[in-house]
């Protein structure tokens, strides 16, 4: 570390950074690997592709038999739409659906920040899979990297002067925080070349080396914590004037969930209150709380690398001092937040004379057919025939907006013509579960998440309808490591793989998503999960307080007294 300011010095900085410097703007050498006839990128060419929203990865479930062929892995390309607030025209889904369809693995993803991911992409087929994307006007820059992901919003399309002042400011954050390049048309729309990235005009929020990090941002509506803001490194939570209209914003810092095993200085955090500032400031905040994670975060150790680190080692006044001097303004004191909901709009909603709204529960965000349960079918029919708003939830659903009445009852007949379960028929422990992909795409992943969840959501749903529970809100979350993609750490209970068949769970997260749980049982072998939930979801049933979540109750209780008495005293696991 540097003696002046404590940044980390460039002949300290890892591999990735001397990449990024050395990329011209993120080109590398993308476009020269892209026309030799290979199935896989080199080491190098990864990193880089990451900013353009491409990840290379291989099928984990065929690599024994590859071994054993004395084959190479089967590589493959996993490609992130970046989709601002999850808005979709209904030409754009369509397109991401041929894609998957044409020369994907044949399902959709819809994640955890109101993207699509398709996998299974080849090589040869990339380019064209991303001039497609291009074509139904969506981007797939920013899609990763170290820098600003998707931004995201409450997706509910409700008639609020609020929401429509934050959907206004959406597209002008989405501009302020992206990096100015032209790699990205250079490389994927075949846009002229620039002789070299000293032709563009500098990228003065990126410079060369981009951020020591990712960089997540989500804007909330005061009350509804749907977008998880707490998970972000900024969040912005708009707040009601006196006379309804927004009377501007809660600055929350430093927020995120990765952390990794058997290493002390990772940990999961979630955003602090820095200050609060007009409607008319949001861009120049959001832009200086970046430039200072850029100027000060560590890019010698990636593992301890986002925010929420710098603000941690260096506490938020200082943090706070250096944001006001980059603003040349001091923001005002924060106000004190209150949530009501961070429910994810699932069902039928009036959208206050603007028609109806559908939020459509997806299992896990995977949209697929599987032969019994024909989900990608109906979801196309439903646009091809409705062509209704599209919008991408923060929990993995997805939203038709701006129906009519007599829409519900097509959308009802397609859902059942495919054997799909509507939403209001689904159990509730089910809808407030999510699961991150892991098996067989991620190359992180050490135990299975999306492939897992179904059984033991279902054997969960049971239990809490025995335990007298089954109207009661639960959340479940599930990851296949530490890493914290279905925001796990947030949940009223975690589960997050530590090897093949074993997951630690976690306790004592709050509905409205403001705190983290805490570790209940290490090491549990997916089967004894239900068992060791029964004890404290019982007691919880008898002994709840009126209107007290699970998560809040365990609170209460204390995780590790819990722990104490379920899993030591009674030998559970
Ligand atoms: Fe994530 C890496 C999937 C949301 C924390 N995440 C990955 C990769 C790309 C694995 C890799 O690096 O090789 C996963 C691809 C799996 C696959 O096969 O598709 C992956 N992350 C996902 C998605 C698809 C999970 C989902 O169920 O939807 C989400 C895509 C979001 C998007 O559209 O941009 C996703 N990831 C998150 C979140 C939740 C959030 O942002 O609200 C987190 C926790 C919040 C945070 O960032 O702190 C998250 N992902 C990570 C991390 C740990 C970061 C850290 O600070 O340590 C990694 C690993 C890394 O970056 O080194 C990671
Ligand atoms: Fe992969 Fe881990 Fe993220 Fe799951 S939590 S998608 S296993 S990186």
């Not at 894609?99 to 959709?108: P, S």
Request: hydrophobic share 35%; aromatic share 6%.
């Amino acid at each position: 570390m540097c003696n002046a300011c404590g940044c980390s010095p460039p002949d300290q900085w890892s591999r990735t950074e001397q990449l990024k410097g050395a990329s011209r703007r993120l080109r590398g050498a993308i476009t020269e690997e892209l026309q030799q006839p290979t199935r896989l990128f080199s080491e190098d060419a990864i990193q880089i592709l990451k900013f353009h929203g491409v990840y290379q990865q291989d099928d984990r479930d065929r690599r024994k038999e590859a071994r054993a062929l004395g084959l190479d892995k089967h590589h493959m390309m996993m490609i992130r739409t970046r989709v601002p607030g999850g808005v979709v025209s209904p030409s754009s889904y369509i397109a991401h659906d041929d894609i998957a369809g044409d020369i994907g693995n044949g399902t959709l993803r819809l994640t955890t920040r109101q993207d699509f991911q398709l996998h299974g992409v080849l090589k040869a087929d990339l380019k064209e899979a991303i001039q497609r994307i291009n074509d139904g006007l969506l981007t797939t820059l920013g899609g990763c990297g170290d820098q600003e992901r998707n931004i995201m919003c409450c997706p509910a399309p409700l008639q609020d002067p609020v929401r429509d002042e934050v959907q206004e400011l959406l597209p002008r954050l989405v501009a302020g925080l992206t990096p100015t390049t032209r790699a990205y048309v250079e490389i994927w729309l075949d846009g002229e070349l620039a002789a070299s990235s000293q032709d563009e005009p500098a990228d003065e929020l990126y410079g060369e080396h981009y951020l020591p990090r990712k960089f997540k941002t989500a804007l909330a509506i005061e009350g509804d914590n749907c977008v998880d803001v707490y998970a972000n490194d900024l969040g912005l939570v708009a707040r009601r004037g006196e006379h309804g209209g927004l009377a501007g914003f809660d600055v929350l810092v430093g927020g995120g969930l990765g952390r990794t095993a058997n290493k002390p200085n990772t940990w999961p955090a979630v955003a602090t209150q820095l200050g609060f500032i007009a409607p008319e400031d949001a861009v120049d905040v959001a832009r200086a709380v970046m430039t200072v994670q850029r100027d000060y975060g560590n890019r010698a150790d990636r593992r301890h690398a986002r925010m929420k680190y710098l603000i941690a080692d260096r506490g938020i006044d200082w943090f706070r001092d250096e944001v006001e001097a980059r603003l040349g303004a001091q923001m005002q004191p924060p106000r004190t937040l209150r949530w009501s909901s961070a429910a994810d709009h699932l069902g039928w909603h009036d959208q206050d004379g603007a028609g109806c709204f559908y939020g459509l529960f997806i299992e896990n965000g995977r949209i697929r057919d599987d032969g019994t349960e024909n989900l990608r079918t109906a979801v196309r029919q439903i646009v091809e025939e409705l062509s209704p708003r599209i919008v991408l939830t923060p929990q993995q659903n997805l939203i038709f907006a701006g129906l009519r009445a007599e829409h519900q009852d097509v959308i009802l007949e397609t859902l059942l013509r495919h054997g799909v379960t509507p939403t209001e028929a689904v159990p509730g422990t089910i809808l407030n579960s999510m699961a991150c992909p892991a098996w067989p795409t991620c190359g992180l992943a050490v135990a299975e998440s999306e492939r897992a969840m179904p059984a033991l959501i279902r054997e969960l749903t049971v239990l809490q309808e025995s335990a007298g529970l089954a109207t009661q809100t639960i959340s479940f979350r599930m990851t296949g490591c530490p890493n914290g993609c279905a925001r796990p750490y947030l949940g009223d209970v975690g589960f997050v793989g530590t090897t093949l068949g074993k997951y630690d769970v976690f306790l004592g997260g709050d509905t409205e998503g403001t705190r983290l749980n805490q570790l209940y049982a290490h090491n549990v072998p997916l089967a004894q999960v239900p068992e060791l939930l029964r004890g404290p979801l019982e007691e919880y049933a008898r002994t709840r307080t009126p209107g007290e979540g699970f998560g809040d109750w365990c609170a209460r209780h204390g995780v590790e007294g819990l722990s104490e008495h379920y899993i030591k005293a009674e030998g559970i696991a």
